[in-house]
C-alpha cells in the first residue's frame, strides 16, 4: 500500500487521512463553510485595548471579532502606512494564529507568515532560522546562503525541515514565490475596504499534502473532482515528481472510504479507550482546561512475577502509542499522562528518552516538561486547529 494520502468528503466536511503502509497516522475534518481559517489574512479595525490582559480586540470580516495580543514585539502594518503604537479605530493588517474555541475569539497575530513545503516567510525577523531537525552545519549554511538574496525590509525566512532533501533551484523558486506574494499583500492594503480578506489560507487538505508529507507519500487519491483539481493546482507549482503521486480514484464498485476505511477508523479515533498489544491499556479524556491519559496494566500484568520490569515495558509501549494518539488526534494545549508507577530511577530516564524520541516524529511543536515522582509526566502541544473531539 505504500504511504498515503487520502482526501474524501462527508456531508459538509473533507475528510483528510494520511496512511503509513496500512496504519493511520493522522486524520484531518474541515468544515467547507468556514468563516476564517489559520492562516487567513484580514484587513481588521481596532475596536477595543484591554490594557490589563496586554490586548485589542480588532474586527473582521463578517463582524467576527479577534484577540491580537499587545504582547508581540512586530510592529503591524497598518493601512495608513505610518508606524505608531496600535490605537483605537486604526486598520491594519491581522493573520488567525488560533481558530475559534469555545467562547474564546480566534487568536490574531501581526506577524504575518507565508508557508510553503520548503520556506516560510515570516514578517519581523530579518533572518534566516532553519529547522532545528536538520543538523549537519555544512547543510544548515548552505541552505542559508540559497535564501538569503530573498530576505526584505522587515520579513525573513525559516527554512522547513522538507527543504534538507530539495535542490537549490527549488528552494530559490520558492523563496521568491513567497517573497513577491507577500509584497502583494502588503501593497493590495490600500485598495481594499476595511474587513477585507486580504490573503486566504490553503485548504486544510493541501495543508497535509503541504506540511512535509509530499516526500513521504508515495500516493494522493481523492474521489471528488473538486478536491483533485485544488491539491493539482498547488502540486503544479512543485517538482514533477510530486505531481505523478495525484490521482483520481473512480472505482464505482467500492468508495474510497470503504477502501481506507475511513469512518470505522474514524470512530476508533474517538473511543476513550486504546488497547496495546500487551494487553495493557490507555485512557484518553480530553477536558476544558487539559488532556488527560492514563496507563492501565490490564492484562499485561497476568502471569508476571517481576512487576518492576513489566511495568517499564508497559509504560514503554504506552509512550510510543501516546505520542502517535496526539497526532491522529490533534490533541494539544496541556496534556498529563499517568504512567503506571516504577521505583527505578533508570526506568524513569530510559521512559522519557523513549517519549521525547517519539514526540520528537511530530511537525507540530510538542515538548515533554518533566516527570514527578508519581509517575505524571507534562507534555504541551502548540494548539493550532480544533481536535477531531471538537470538530
Known amino acids: 500500500m505504500g504511504n498515503s494520502i487520502v482526501v474524501v468528503r462527508k456531508d ?32 481588521g479595525k481596532v475596536q477595543n485595548i484591554v ?20 504582547e508581540e514585539r512586530i ?14 479605530g486604526d486598520e491594519l493588517l491581522v493573520q488567525i494564529a488560533k481558530e475559534t474555541r469555545g467562547n474564546k475569539a480566534p487568536l490574531a497575530t501581526a506577524g504575518l507568515t507565508l508557508t510553503g513545503r520548503l520556506l516560510v516567510l515570516a514578517k519581523g525577523k530579518e533572518n534566516i532560522g532553519v529547522s532545528s531537525k536538520i543538523s549537519d552545519e555544512g547543510l544548515r549554511e548552505s541552505l ?30 520558492e523563496a521568491k514565490a513567497l517573497k513577491d506574494q507577500y509584497e502583494k499583500i502588503v501593497c493590495e492594503k490600500i485598495h481594499l475596504t476595511c ?5 486566504s489560507a490553503p485548504a486544510e487538505f493541501i495543508m497535509e499534502v503541504r506540511n512535509g508529507y509530499s516526500f513521504e507519500v508515495d500516493s494522493i487519491l481523492t474521489d471528488d473532482k473538486e478536491i483533485y483539481e485544488g491539491i493539482k493546482e498547488y502540486l503544479d507549482l512543485g ?8 490521482s483520481f480514484y473512480d472505482d464505482k464498485n467500492i468508495s474510497l472510504s470503504v477502501l481506507y476505511g475511513l469512518e470505522t477508523k474514524l470512530q476508533k479515533a474517538l473511543q476513550e479507550k486504546v488497547w496495546l498489544d500487551s494487553g495493557a491499556y490507555l485512557v484518553i479524556q480530553p477536558t476544558e482546561a487539559l488532556v488527560s491519559i492514563d496507563v492501565n496494566t490490564g492484562k499485561a500484568i497476568a502471569g508476571k512475577t517481576n512487576t518492576e520490569e513489566t511495568f517499564f ?18 490533541l494539544s494545549g496541556i496534556i498529563i499522562v499517568d504512567f503506571i508507577d516504577m521505583k ?23 515538548r515533554l516538561i518533566d516527570m514527578t515522582p508519581l509517575g505524571l509526566v507534562e507534555i504541551t502541544r502548540q494548539r493550532i486547529r480544533k481536535s477531531i473531539y471538537e470538530l
Open 12 to 43: 459538509d466536511k473533507i475528510m483528510t487521512a494520511l496512511f503509513k503502509e496500512k496504519e493511520l497516522v493522522t486524520i484531518g475534518l474541515e468544515s467547507t463553510g468556514k468563516e476564517e481559517r489559520v492562516g487567513d489574512i484580514f484587513i
Open 51 to 70: 490594557k490589563n490582559i496586554k490586548g485589542a480586540f480588532v474586527e473582521i470580516a463578517n463582524k467576527r471579532v479577534c484577540f491580537l495580543p499587545l
Open 75 to 88: 510592529t503591524p502594518i497598518f493601512c495608513d502606512g505610518r508606524e505608531h503604537d496600535i490605537r483605537v
Open 144 to 173: 542559508k546562503e540559497s535564501v538569503r538574496p530573498y530576505v526584505g525590509d522587515g520579513y525573513g525566512f525559516i527554512v522547513r525541515t522538507n527543504a534538507a532533501i530539495a535542490i537549490r533551484e527549488d528552494l530559490e523558486r
Open 195 to 199: 474587513f477585507s480578506k486580504i490573503y
Open 239 to 246: 517538482p514533477e515528481t510530486d505531481r505523478e503521486k495525484l
Open 313 to 330: 515495558k508497559v509504560n514503554c509501549e504506552a509512550a510510543i502509542e501516546i505520542a502517535a494518539q496526539l497526532r491522529l488526534r490533534n
Open 344 to 366: 527505578k530511577d533508570e526506568h524513569r530516564k530510559q521512559l522519557l528518552n523513549v517519549l521525547k524520541d517519539e514526540l520528537a516524529k511530530d511537525h507540530i511543536t510538542t
